[in-house]
């Protein structure tokens, strides 16, 4: 449907209060990485206290970036990095970044604690 230019700009549609959470999270790391390996126990941690409290939790999906070289040219400098629904979380090594970052992308808290975090 084709949509009258002389009616002004589209207006947004009202926020609903729901937040659509992602279906999995993806850590970016290599082998050998040691803050990889810290960061991918404290995620785990992170994901099954949600879980406990009913809160969102998707699947950890880990990603080696030496098996794609876009992946590596991106990422090597700055592992481990965490993505949730186009949000990235680089050198994502602190268990309250990586908890607020979880709350920010999952739960739409927006305090914006989640420092170092950007929209890819």
């Known amino acids: 449907m084709e949509r009258d230019a002389s009616a002004g700009p589209p ?7 729901r937040v659509t959470a992602p279906t999995e999270i ?4 290599r082998p050998g990485c ?4 810290e960061t991918h126990a404290i995620l785990d941690e992170l994901l099954a206290k949600r879980a406990s409290q009913g809160l969102p939790s998707p699947a ?3 990603r080696n970036i030496e098996d794609d ?4 040219r991106r990422y090597v400098l700055v592992i481990p990095v965490v ?8 050198l994502a090594t602190k268990p309250t970044r990586l908890g607020r970052f979880l709350a920010e992308a999952l739960d739409g808290v927006a ?3 989640a420092r170092g975090a950007r929209r890819s």
């Open 60 to 62: 950890l999906v880990e």
């Open 34 to 37: 040691h803050l990889c390996d």
């Open 69 to 72: 070289e876009d992946w590596h």
């Open 83 to 90: 993505a949730i629904g186009g949000r990235e979380l680089e």
């Open 26 to 29: 993806v850590l970016y790391s």
């Open 111 to 113: 305090d914006g604690a």
């Open 11 to 17: 207006r947004a549609r009202p926020y609903n209060g």
